[in-house]
């Protein structure tokens, strides 16, 4: 078994790199996880019951890391007013 570095990537035992994503201090990462898990399980009829998840992602600047069907969901619900966007996480 290869040993794993942890010096800005990590290396999988077929010797491929992946950059670690650089998420900031101030991040929640217990209630981030949480609200993608909850986003994730499909127990919402719709996007509007989701908002306060996406709005933890929104906070923590996270909801820009993640896949585009997220990122898109997040825009419709802060073009709705659903969420809201600090000028100091953009």
Known sequence: ???LSNQ??????DG??????QIPDTVSKTS???AIISIESGEYDCLEDMSPM???????GIIWHLQGSHQ???V????LGYCHQD????
Do not use: H, P, W
């Open 76 to 79: 419709v619900l802060l073009n």
């Open 32 to 34: 981030a996880l949480d």
């Open 8 to 13: 800005g990537s990590k290396q999988f035992d």
């Open 16 to 21: 491929d790199f992946i950059e670690k994503t």
């Open 1 to 3: 078994m290869s040993k």
């Open 72 to 74: 898109r969901n997040a």
């Open 87 to 90: 000028s100091a996480s953009s």
């Open 54 to 60: 996406y709005q933890v992602l929104i906070d923590d």
